[in-house]
């Protein structure tokens, strides 16, 4: 099954600080999304990225949040001042043939 | 996105019954997909529906999407304490975003 690696997989936090969570795939897609859930909640779609740009965003990915590929391979959502409701589960995933593929999960604690 | 609701938000199962969970939009969907979420884990794609009325197996799992492309349900029969989780249905668009719906959460009795 082809793979998506996200690190961390739990990361806790200061309210205010800056976040960085990592998305690796295992091969060089183009097409790449960020979705979050909040627990017990439905998984929502953040933003799409592709070709190293912004495809797609919603009304959750404010100015606080933004996506990168800084060298090529990751693929990095960074969120600049973090709040307390963005404690969520932080899901990268690409899209292969119609069928998405979704990493483990960047489980965001923000205290 | 394309809305989608799904019924019921939980689901209490006795090991070895049926059950079944459904998935509906108030306009007409192209595809309808479904993702399963085990507890503390991250959606799995389970199946795409894209034709009318159309009926999908696997093992004890059924996938059927309505004859009007506005609902699905997912069916499973003798349910197993490995069907525990969440089932969700969502939307692909044609620039492959997902809109998923609230989900179903399963629990099982043994």
């Known amino acids: 099954e082809p793979e998506v690696t996200q690190t961390p997989s739990h990361q806790v936090t200061q309210m205010g600080q800056e976040v960085i969570l990592r998305c690796v795939p295992i091969s060089n897609h183009l097409y790449f999304y960020w979705y979050r859930q909040i627990l017990g909640q439905k998984v929502e779609f953040l933003v799409s990225f592709y070709n190293n740009e912004i495809s797609e965003k919603s009304e959750i990915f404010d100015d606080q949040f933004s996506v990168e590929r800084p060298d090529g391979s990751n693929f990095t959502l960074k969120i600049r001042s973090t709040k307390l409701e963005d404690s969520a589960m932080y899901f990268c995933?690409?899209?292969?043939?119609?069928?998405?593929?979704f990493g483990q999960g960047t489980r965001l604690t923000v205290v | 996105g394309q809305q989608v609701m799904q019924i019921p938000q939980y689901q209490h199962v006795q090991e070895g019954e049926d059950f079944t969970t459904y998935c509906n939009s108030s306009?007409?969907?192209?595809?309808i997909q479904w993702y399963k979420q085990r507890p503390g884990g991250h959606p799995v794609f389970l199946i795409q529906l894209v034709k009318s009325g159309e009926v999908k197996k696997q093992k004890r799992l059924t996938f059927q999407f309505g004859e009007a492309k506005k609902n699905s349900s997912l069916h499973i029969t003798a349910t197993q304490t490995t069907d525990v989780g969440t089932y969700f249905c969502?939307?692909?668009?044609?620039?492959?975003?997902?809109?998923f719906g609230a989900g179903t959460t399963v629990t099982v009795r043994a």
């Open positions: 306009t007409t969907l192209s595809n």
């Open positions: 995933a690409r899209v292969q043939d119609t069928e998405a593929f």
């Open positions: 969502a939307v692909l668009s044609n620039d492959y975003k997902l809109s």
